[in-house]
């Protein structure tokens, strides 16, 4: 497993922009597969975005296509999800989750290992 934590969240207005930054420990960052999910207030978790232990397949949620990136830097052990155009229903806890990958497509979403989360409030 990786430990993992998450940063970068904080209060934006809508169609604003935030980046977050999962910060890995343990040598086997580059051998996972890493997700970013949210959970809002009163609502399960949901999936957000996924990206392969290589970073060469991706995958997203429809509500955040087109205006969220994730990407991942295996050599500093951090993955990132860039959020674009923000919207008030974006506003949630954001978890950044990793598992060892299998080294198939698409990336794993069965994540064994969670950070703590980071609050994201987008206003309106």
């Known amino acids: 497993q990786v430990q993992l934590v998450e940063s970068g969240g904080g209060l934006v207005q809508a169609g604003g922009s935030l980046r977050l930054s999962c910060a890995a420990s343990?040598?086997?960052?580059?051998?996972?597969?890493v997700g970013w999910l949210r959970q809002a207030t009163g609502n399960e978790r949901e999936f957000v975005a996924a990206?392969?232990?290589?970073?060469?397949?991706?995958n997203y949620a429809d509500s955040v296509k087109g205006r969220f990136t994730i990407s991942r830097d295996n050599a500093k052990d951090t993955a990132y999800l860039q959020m674009n155009n923000l919207k008030p229903e974006d506003t949630a806890v954001y978890y950044c989750?990793?598992?060892?990958?299998?080294?198939?497509?698409?990336?794993?979403?069965?994540?064994?290992?969670w950070g703590q989360g980071t609050q994201v409030t987008v206003s309106s």
């Open positions: 990206i392969s232990w290589s970073g060469g397949t991706t």
């Open positions: 343990g040598r086997t960052f580059s051998l996972h597969d």
């Open positions: 989750a990793a598992a060892p990958s299998r080294f198939h497509i698409p990336p794993r979403t069965d994540f064994s290992s």
